[in-house]
């Protein structure tokens, strides 16, 4: 909970030097040979292409292996790299023959925030600005799944109750023009997961507008 307290505490920084109400404190000065420490970018909104994460969790045939999990993304970014991501997900799984077979469907939606550390702005490669920032992450949200029981035809769902899922864990984003790469590590929680404490890692790639 402090984690959380302490994003949203940043966030509000965030939107409120942007408004002009603070000064900046970054001068020209903190500028290197290849880049500055602290690179700007304009505050935009991020569309992002299926993404995919990799949980190290238990499968159908409850042994414990790397999956893959395909999702959905949007997000927005503030000047300082300081951003917000929406995510949602699903994954399908079965196990069993013509006769009977279990199958699995796994739904989650995360809200995401992100703080970076460490910002750096290189310039001169391909006449365009590149941005890296590596810092936290936070992530909230709730997910749900449906286990389907077949036998000779005859089938029975069982929908688990939407329980809540947290995470922390690092990021790396590198932008380059418009073109956004993000990937993260964390450790997330959820009486959905098997077992319920999990590792996980994701990548995506995205398009940002400026607003």
Known sequence: ????????????????????????TVSASAEAASGSVFGTQRPSL????????????????QTRELQNHFFYSMGYRSSNQIGVSLEFGQQQEANGNSSFQVGRVY????????????????NQILDHPVDLGVGAKVVIGYGESLVRTSLLGDSRDDQSKQNSILGLGGFLSFSLHSFVF????????????????????SLKLGYAIDL
């Open 46 to 61: 991020i569309f992002y292409v299926p993404g995919v994460q990799m949980r190290y969790q238990d499968t159908a045939q």
């Open 1 to 24: 909970m402090k984690a959380v307290l302490s994003l949203i505490l940043l966030l509000a920084i965030s939107v409120f030097n942007e408004t002009g109400f603070a000064e900046k």
């Open 107 to 122: 739904r989650e939606l995360t809200l995401s925030g992100q703080a970076p550390f460490v910002r750096f702005r290189f």
């Open 182 to 201: 993000e990937t993260d590590f964390r450790y997330q929680t959820s009486m959905n997961y098997e077992p319920n404490n999990i590792w996980m890692g």
